[in-house]
């Protein structure tokens, strides 16, 4: 019954195209099928995440990295706009007016994203999660949505992720089709557990890959600005400027936790086993590794 009321929900709200699940209100088949064949540069750096993944977080970072130093008025930008969405109506800009290096931003599956990407032109930065700790941020995320009418029950929303029924469908599917593609593009795998552990280093890798050289104090203001303490104030990324029609503010934060291991929280034993079951048929032949606890309470 649960299930019912939430595929009918969920069913109102998102189209599907080329076997992916977009959110009708987010983006439409025309956009993604001229995304394809969007023109990319040399020197453009495409982020590229399954929701929930650290994809605003990872934003702030390469905003900051590419900014820091020499902000060229961007002290006043938001991210979203230093770094826009490719296949999002919210960023229906013409992109060949912006002046290289672009940095853009996608949840794209990777046979839907630019061609040109496909030759290793562009950068591309991957960051993954543990998908336990996504299906809970995606749960609390989709209880904020303000189209879903009806109550989601964690129990029903944990198969929903299962079976890829969410908006960008499975998260087994997108990680495994970025990872077993990553010879046919320019791409970077960072985790979210890694930069959880380690930020420093995490952004020197990052700076590496994309080929900007920061000072020791320039990588202390990216570090800085980019802890969840630090994000969770800052208008320009954290996201709070998204409307009250899509996201009801009063159920919930954005920057909601910002932690390694909060699936604890809220999974029974008897959830985590059924998840890490599936986990392993779906992902277990490949050499990805995720971390699923930093033995953390509270994020830095
Ligand atoms: S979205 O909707 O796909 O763009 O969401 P995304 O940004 O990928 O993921 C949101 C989760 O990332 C957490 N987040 C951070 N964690 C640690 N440090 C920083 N600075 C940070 N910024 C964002 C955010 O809190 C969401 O995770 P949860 O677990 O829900 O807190």
């Known amino acids: 019954m649960d299930g019912e009321a939430l595929e009918e929900a969920l069913n109102s709200v998102m189209f599907k195209h080329k076997c992916m699940l977009f959110e009708n209100i987010l983006t439409s088949p025309e956009i993604i099928d001229a995304v394809e064949h969007m023109e990319i540069r040399d020197g453009d750096v495409i982020l590229v995440t399954y929701p929930k993944s650290g994809t605003v977080w990872t934003q702030q970072i390469l905003s900051l990295i590419f900014n820091e130093g020499h902000r060229n008025g961007t002290e006043e930008s938001k991210t979203v706009d230093i770094m826009p969405w490719i296949e999002l109506k919210i960023n229906s800009e013409d992109f060949t007016s912006r002046p290289s290096p672009r940095l853009f931003t996608s949840h794209l599956p990777?046979?839907?994203?630019?061609?040109?990407?496909?030759f290793r032109t562009g950068k591309i930065i991957y960051v993954c999660r543990n998908p336990k700790d996504a299906l809970v941020s995606f749960y609390h995320f989709y209880k904020m949505k303000s189209n879903?009418?009806?109550t989601i029950h964690w129990e029903t929303f944990i198969e929903f992720f299962v079976s890829g029924k969410v908006a960008c469908g499975s998260w087994f599917d997108?990680?495994?089709?970025?990872y077993t593609?990553?010879?046919?593009f320019n791409i970077l795998f960072v985790t979210y557990e890694e930069m959880k552990k380690d930020l420093?280093?995490?952004v020197k890798k990052i700076c590496t890959f994309v080929g900007v050289n920061l000072d020791e104090k320039e990588i202390d203001t990216v570090v800085e600005k980019a802890t969840f303490r630090n994000m969770k104030h800052d208008p320009l990324s954290n996201y709070t400027f998204v409307p009250k029609e899509h996201l009801d503010k009063?159920?919930?934060d954005f920057l909601r936790k910002g932690i390694v291991g909060d699936w604890k929280n809220i999974m029974t034993v008897?959830?985590?086993?059924?998840?890490?079951k599936v986990y392993k048929e779906k992902m277990g032949d490949l050499p990805i590794k995720f971390l699923w606890d930093l033995n953390e309470e509270n994020a830095s």
């Open 270 to 276: 008897a959830q985590s086993e059924k998840f890490d």
């Open 250 to 252: 009063s159920k919930g």
């Open 181 to 184: 593609h990553k010879e046919d």
């Open 110 to 118: 990777y046979y839907l994203t630019p061609r040109d990407l496909k």
């Open 148 to 150: 879903i009418k009806c």
């Open 200 to 202: 420093r280093s995490a």
């Open 174 to 178: 997108h990680v495994r089709g970025w």
